[in-house]
C-alpha cells in the first residue's frame, strides 16, 4: 500500500501541494504517478484535500491536524485501515510528482528483504550527488555502512573528505521510506530524539533509539518540491 500524507499547510511555500502540475494539483500528480504499483491512499487533515482526492478517484483519509511528520500522519491512516501488521506500507510524499515508478519498486523490493529483521524499523533510499549538491541543505545527505544501512543523516555536507574533494563521493536521500505495519507503528511509539529535533529529521529517531535503517541506491532525477524556485526548476527540467 502506498500512502501519500497530504498536510496543505507549508511554512515554506503555502499551499504547495495544489499547485498546477502541467494539469492536475501536485498531491494528484504524485498519486496518479504511481498508481499503477499498488493500491494508494492520501492521508491529509483538509477537508479540501480529501475532497480532491474523491474527485480525481483516489482512497482518502482525513487524519488528526496535530500531528508533527508525515510518518505519524499515515500511522494514523494505517490503523484506521483493515491491514495485517505485515502489510507494506509505501510513504510516498505529496510533493514529488515526478518520482520514478522504480524508485519506488526499489524501496518495496528491500522492505520485502529486511521485512523479519526485527532491529529494522525503515527502508529508504539514496542517491550519488556531486559536491556542490551536497552544499544544498535541502537535501539530505547520507553515510551508508558496508551492509547498506544508514549511520547517520545530515543537512550538513557528510561525510568530510580530509584529503581533498577532487574524487568525493556524496549520497543524497530521497524521502521514500517503507515500513510494514508493524514496524511504522514501533517507530511511532518512540518518543522524538534529541537529533531528529536538532536535524528535523525524523529518521534520526530509529538511529538515535538503536534501530536500523535499509538503504537501496536508486537512479532518479526527482527531487522534493520544497520552495517556488524549486517548482520552477522542477517545471522546466520535466517538461523537456
Avoid at 496543505?8 to 500528480?29: E, H, Q, T, W, Y
Avoid at 519506488?104 to 526485527?118: D, S, T, Y
Amino acid at each position: 500500500m502506498i500512502i501519500i500524507p497530504a498536510r496543505l499547510n507549508s511554512s515554506r511555500f503555502a499551499n504547495k501541494i495544489l499547485v498546477d502540475i502541467f494539469g492536475l494539483p501536485m498531491v494528484i500528480k504524485t498519486a496518479k504517478q504511481v498508481s499503477s504499483l499498488d493500491r494508494v491512499v492520501i492521508a491529509t487533515d483538509t477537508k479540501e484535500v480529501y475532497d480532491l482526492a474523491k474527485v480525481h478517484g483516489f482512497e482518502a483519509v482525513m487524519t488528526s491536524i496535530e500531528h508533527n511528520s508525515g510518518t505519524d500522519r499515515i500511522n494514523e491512516a494505517v490503523n484506521s485501515l483493515n491491514i495485517n501488521d505485515d502489510e507494506i506500507i509505501i510513504n510516498v510524499q505529496a510533493d514529488e510528482p515526478f518520482i520514478e515508478i522504480d524508485v519506488v519498486k526499489a524501496v518495496i523490493n528491500r522492505v520485502k528483504e529486511i521485512r523479519n529483521c526485527p532491529n529494522t524499523l525503515i527502508t529508504s533510499c539514496y542517491k550519488k550527488i556531486d559536491s556542490k549538491s551536497a552544499n544544498d541543505p535541502n537535501l539530505v545527505k547520507v553515510v551508508l555502512n558496508s551492509l547498506e544501512e544508514a549511520i547517520y543523516f545530515s543537512r550538513a555536507k557528510i561525510p568530510y573528505h580530509r584529503d581533498g574533494e577532487e574524487n568525493s563521493t556524496y549520497f543524497g536521500h530521497l524521502g521514500i521510506y517503507g515500513f510494514t505495519k508493524k514496524s511504522l507503528n514501533k517507530f511511532c511509539s518512540l518518543i522524538s530524539s534529541k537529533l531528529e529535533n536538532i536535524e528535523k529529521l525524523e529518521q534520526l529517531r530509529a538511529i538515535d533509539n538503536g534501530y536500523k535503517i535499509a538503504m537501496v541506491e536508486v537512479n532518479s532525477k526527482s527531487f522534493g518540491i520544497d520552495t517556488k524556485e524549486d517548482l520552477e526548476r522542477a517545471l522546466n527540467i520535466f517538461a523537456k
